[in-house]
């Protein structure tokens, strides 16, 4: 028997450890620190001035500052609020309200109280991060920000103090505990199907498509390898000169800048799907357009969460805020729209009067010599491929009338300048004709098994009526830079991926290890960002619960949780409960229990020797056969360590006894 | 209105724990089916921090904001079963009370043993209507808790209910038990009174002197302090010095004897002329003085020693009570 030692009891603490103050501390900058791209500049030095002046104050004993400060900070604080955003309301202003008060409070944090509010509001700056960004890189440092927090609240439960590395150890085998419980309610929670409510998005500044295009503003383009769509095809990829993935579609030209035209009129557009059809299910990263980017030309008929506009967009129901999916099939050889109506002709038609008069010259003299229609477009395409035009991303900028300094001034540009000048040369020239912007391309990525398309596949290309075809595309770039169009080709065919290429074949790891990461990454929006209802739906089906509704989840949720909790009880009780005998206690007690159902019973304080003394007066043969097995237990039980071996031997022999009778 | 109420059902939840539970005999080892748990204001507060989360999560569909949410619950819920862990498997040996005087504070004395393998921590044990006394545990270890109880009256006196809590490890729970201990402390009479001490038979000593001026020359021992002793005997000095509060002891006074009657005192009430011998009493132990006690239908034999003491103030405390 062991005896346990004594230990003095406690003064009461009013105040959280140092060590838990300073984790939560920490856990608030870190989670800070991961909204900063929605925090008004001045929120971070603040929160870091907060924190050392409360270090300083709390290391020196200082009073913290009076109620009517406070409040004057608190009053500063908020009009610095409405200063850097005019407003109290969505996420970048509510996220900067909320830290600003949480370093508000810093200055008065002493007691365990306090520091709850602070643990809270940095628990609730973590689900802002989470609300606004949820890409793969992020999830180990939202996880460090989580365990932080969740380590200073382990510090505020009361009793001794306890250090940094216990707190976050124990924090981390709780966390660990918890895990499966949360993969239960992750997959069975029911979900909405929808928002009850939405916040104004200020979330405008997303990179890839706007909804205008200005190329004679632009005098660099940055090729970004951010993702913009990944497309899965239930059969065989779409041909590399058919990739080309529809986003907005432009109409209004004042002269320099195209804008999309609202309220395009409803005009009969039969579009005759026709063709290689391609079944193919797309994931969608977040834009402000609206538009569901899919291959040339998706079927509306499949796709009840959008719109199909006059002009074959798909607009999206809901705001498109985050990475979505989508179920889609197309048809890029659909015969596009039978009539055009009078009100969609004069859109497609229309031209600032005043503004390039050279490239209206130019049109009416191309069209003079063009016998019709198709001829014109031909002859304005050899134009621009004959005319010594160069593609650059880097091209000069432009004047007011713009497509005039293209064509007779600059003539470099990239395919936002080339399909703006097309199409203003087409409608010159009789020849309803509009721009259409989205992506040309994407890369096989054979680790995940998708087509990715990246921000820098951005292209624009030009679409014009022509009578008894419909709507034509018509891609003006690829006249003057076929390379452009060969570049996917050439990606595909070298089977490497997007930043890789200018790396060399050499690097073809590095190349797996791109894909990979970019694979991983999908499998994340696919699977976990992504994850909703309906995949609920079809995941109850699949663990083959029949019906797909919610009582189904229910169950599924009812029997994942009390499974959790049979576990976490079990091991904990093997954790908190009464230590296990040893081999050697055990070997022993199962000769006690031979004794005592002999009548022979060992009273609870007696030593094994004496027990055997006293028996030899009663029991002189049990006593001699029991002897020797005592003495070997006092032995093992308080000489020197001794192999396993020797223990498992006594274990064996204390089976084998049996009391004599007699 | 609010308070009574609160009163009412608090001793209906006491009642029904104690019928559930039985009376409680050490050593004792808790089991979970008395372990009772609630969430804390805190973890109420927390608690209503989730379900905004949630309601932010499923409003935006956004799932990694429902899986931090769920994490968290989850976490939460660990944090509820380590906080009944907390107490589950406590084993308490020894809980005895001491004797005090009316209107003191007495203390009662628990021995908690920890078997298991895991520390126990915040842990807090009171009886109700004082403050708490908090204790950590490690694994392995034992633990001497005393706790103050409020003494009200004199009389053997009951300590029906203790309080064992713990908030460990978030303070969002708390996780208690009720101990019904078969505690009995007996509560002496107040010590107070006016009247000057009897003088004995043949008291040879010069007792007013003494009782006027006990300065700390001529003391010869000096004990423990104990609840009840005069301030004027304090070795003040000795404390300054940094030693404990101890008492002196005089010499000299030894020879003194005193009848200490109740009959004499005429003109008080009944609990006045206990306090007034009980002052007595504590008068002679302090001077180490014999004294006898006559009380009507008790009767004490001369006698000196804490041993003494102690039977004459547990018989003024029983006096009337028919257990004498």
Not at chain 1, 12 to 27: F, H, K, M, W, Y
Not at chain 1, 145 to 168: E, K, N
Not at chain 1, 472 to 500: H, I, K
Not at chain 1, 531 to 541: H, I, S
Request: charged share 20%; aromatic share 10%.
């Amino acid at each position: 028997m062991n005896v346990p030692a004594p230990q003095t009891p406690l003064p009461v603490a009013q105040s959280p450890g140092r060590a838990a103050a300073g984790l939560g501390i920490t856990a608030l900058l870190v989670t800070a620190a991961l909204n900063w791209q929605h925090l008004a500049w001045w929120c971070l030095p603040l929160l870091v001035l907060a924190s050392a002046l409360h270090y300083r104050a709390t290391l020196r004993g200082q009073a913290l500052p009076g109620t009517v400060a406070r409040l004057g900070l608190a009053l500063i604080l908020t009009a610095g609020v409405l200063a850097s955003f005019r407003t109290l309301n969505g996420l970048a202003a509510g996220t900067t309200l909320l830290a600003a008060m949480t370093a508000a409070k810093l200055f008065e944090a002493r007691a365990v109280r306090d520091w709850y509010v602070i643990v809270g509001a940095t628990l609730f700056l973590l689900l802002a991060a989470c609300l606004d960004r949820q890409q793969l890189w992020r999830l180990p440092l939202y996880a460090f920000s989580l365990w932080l927090s969740v380590a200073a609240l382990r510090g505020l439960g009361g009793g001794a103090p306890q250090g940094a590395p216990t707190l976050l150890r124990e924090s981390a085998r709780q966390l660990l505990y918890a895990l499966p419980l949360a993969i239960v309610l992750f997959l069975f929670f029911p979900r909405l199907p929808g928002a009850f409510w939405s916040l104004s998005s200020d979330d405008s500044a997303i990179t890839g498509l706007a909804d205008q295009m200005s190329p004679g503003s632009i005098a660099q383009l940055t090729e970004s390898d951010e993702p913009a769509l990944r497309a899965r095809f239930e059969a065989e990829l779409p041909p590399v000169q058919e990739r080309y993935w529809r986003g907005p579609v432009l109409h209004d030209f004042d002269g320099f800048t195209w804008r999309r035209h609202r309220g395009v009129p409803a005009a009969p557009n039969a579009v005759k799907f026709r063709g290689t059809a391609y079944r193919y299910s797309l994931t969608l990263e977040p834009n402000s357009h609206r538009t569901v980017v899919a291959l040339e030309l998706a079927n509306p008929a499949g796709a009840p969460f959008a719109q199909f506009t006059d002009d074959f967009q798909l607009i999206s129901r809901r705001p498109l805020t985050e990475p979505q999916a989508f179920e889609l099939s197309s048809y890029p050889q659909a015969q596009r729209g039978g009539e055009l109506s009078g009100e969609a002709r004069r859109i497609d038609l229309a031209r600032p009067e005043d503004r390039n008069p050279r490239a209206r010259e130019l049109a009416l003299r191309l069209r003079a010599s063009a016998a019709d229609d198709d001829a014109f477009v031909v002859s304005v395409l050899n134009y621009l491929r004959d005319g010594g035009f160069v593609y650059t991303l880097a091209p000069q900028r432009l004047g007011r009338d713009s497509v005039d300094d293209l064509l007779f001034r600059t003539r470099e540009g990239f395919c936002g300048h080339y399909a703006s000048a097309f199409v203003d040369l087409m409608r010159e020239g009789g020849v309803p004709a509009r721009v259409v912007t989205g992506y040309l391309g994407g890369v096989w990525n054979p680790i995940g098994g998708y087509l990715l398309v990246r921000q820098a596949d951005a292209h624009a290309w030009a679409e014009v009526w022509l009578a008894g075809r419909g709507w034509v595309r018509a891609d003006p770039t690829a006249m003057v830079a076929p390379e452009r169009l060969n570049r996917e080709l050439l990606q595909f065919g070298a089977g490497t991926a997007g930043s890789a290429l200018h790396l060399g074949a050499a690097s073809h790891w590095i190349t797996t290890l791109l894909q990979s990461w970019d694979a991983l990454n999908a499998w994340w929006q696919d699977e976990v960002v992504g994850f909703n209802f309906a995949r609920q739906l079809n995941l109850a089906d699949w663990l083959g619960f029949g019906d797909r509704d919610w009582q189904t989840l229910a169950i599924a949720l009812g029997a994942g949780m009390a499974a959790w909790l049979l576990w976490i009880a079990w091991s904990l009780r093997r954790i908190a409960g009464p230590k296990r005998p040893d081999a050697l206690e055990r070997a022993w007690r199962r000769i006690d229990r031979r004794v005592r159902r002999a009548g022979h019973p060992r009273a609870p304080p007696e030593g094994v020797i004496d027990y055997c003394a006293r028996l030899a007066r009663t029991q002189p043969a049990a006593a001699a056969a029991l002897a020797p097995l005592a003495r070997r237990y006092a032995l093992l039980r308080y000489g020197p360590p001794v192999p396993a071996a020797e223990l498992r031997a006594f274990g064996l022999e204390a089976r084998r006894f049996r009391f004599p009778r007699g | 209105m609010y308070a009574a109420l609160r009163d009412r059902f608090t001793a209906r939840v006491a009642a029904w724990a104690r019928r559930r539970q039985g009376l409680d005999e050490p050593p004792l080892i808790l089991q979970s089916r008395r372990l009772y748990i609630l969430p804390t204001a805190p973890g109420l507060s927390f608690g209503l921090l989730l379900f905004v989360m949630l309601i932010a999560g499923l409003n935006y569909t956004n799932s990694l904001a429902l899986l931090l949410t769920f994490v968290l619950a989850a976490f939460v819920l660990v944090g509820m079963h380590e906080c009944q862990r907390t107490l589950n498997g406590l084993e308490l040996v020894l809980a005895q009370a001491a004797d005090c005087y009316a209107g003191t504070e007495g203390l009662v004395e628990l021995r908690f043993v920890n078997r298991s393998a895991q520390g126990r921590r915040a842990l807090a044990v009171r009886s109700p209507g004082t403050r708490a006394s908090h204790f950590d545990l490690d694994a392995g270890a034992q633990i001497t808790v005393q706790l103050p109880f409020q003494a009200m009256r004199r009389g053997r006196q009951r300590i029906e209910r203790l309080e064992l809590a713990s908030t460990a490890p978030f303070g969002l729970f708390r996780c208690w038990t009720w101990l019904h201990l078969p505690l009995e402390a007996i509560v002496y009479p107040q010590p107070l009174g006016t009247r000057p001490l009897p003088r004995g038979g043949e008291s040879r000593s010069s007792l007013e002197s003494r009782a006027s001026s006990p300065a700390e020359e001529e003391w010869t021992s000096l004990r423990h302090y104990q609840p009840g002793d005069s301030p004027r005997s304090i070795a003040w000095k000795a404390w300054a010095r940094g030693a404990p509060l101890m008492v002196a002891q005089y010499q000299g006074t030894g020879g003194s004897e005193h009848l200490l009657s109740f009959a004499g005192l005429e003109g008080l009430g009944l609990d006045a002329r206990l306090s007034q011998l009980c002052a007595w009493v504590q008068d002679c132990a302090r001077h180490d003085a014999a004294c006898a006690l006559q009380l009507p239908g008790v009767e004490l034999p001369l006698g000196r020693g804490p041993a003494h003491r102690t039977s004459l103030l547990r018989a003024l405390a029983l006096y009337g009570s028919g257990a004498a």
